[in-house]
């Protein structure tokens, strides 16, 4: 069995794809992929798994991944916090959020790493 390794690369799953279409025949595959790079072949199970890949999607590239949304605290919302707080120094972090539309959190977090005092 060949040894575990990570996630093929786009060129080397465009390969796979490529040689599957010509052969028709994973073990085919299998056996020109150790022939040409020297490395452990893919399983018959993720060359299947490639084929319907791009036959469903037209490619083999993966689907951006779902998750934790990028963090509020741009340079962008640090500006904004900033900018807020030039006038009035001492407003509250209450105020600041609502005033720019962060959280509350986010703004105490902003003020925070700008060594600012959160009331």
Known sequence: ????RSSLSIKERSWVLNEYLKT????????NWTAKFGTPAPTRKTIYSIRNKANVTGSVIDAPKSG???SVCTEENRR???EALKDNPGKSSRKTSLELGISRS????ILKSMDRKTY
């Not at 028709?24 to 056996?31: F, G, I, L, P």
């Not at 986010?106 to 977090?109: G, N, P």
Request: glycine share 0%; hydrophobic share 40%; aromatic share 0%.
């Open 68 to 70: 934790r949304p990028k």
């Open 1 to 4: 069995m060949p040894s575990k």
């Open 106 to 109: 986010s703004a105490v977090r």
């Open 24 to 31: 028709e025949n994973a073990a085919t595959v299998r056996r």
């Open 80 to 82: 904004l916090v900033a």
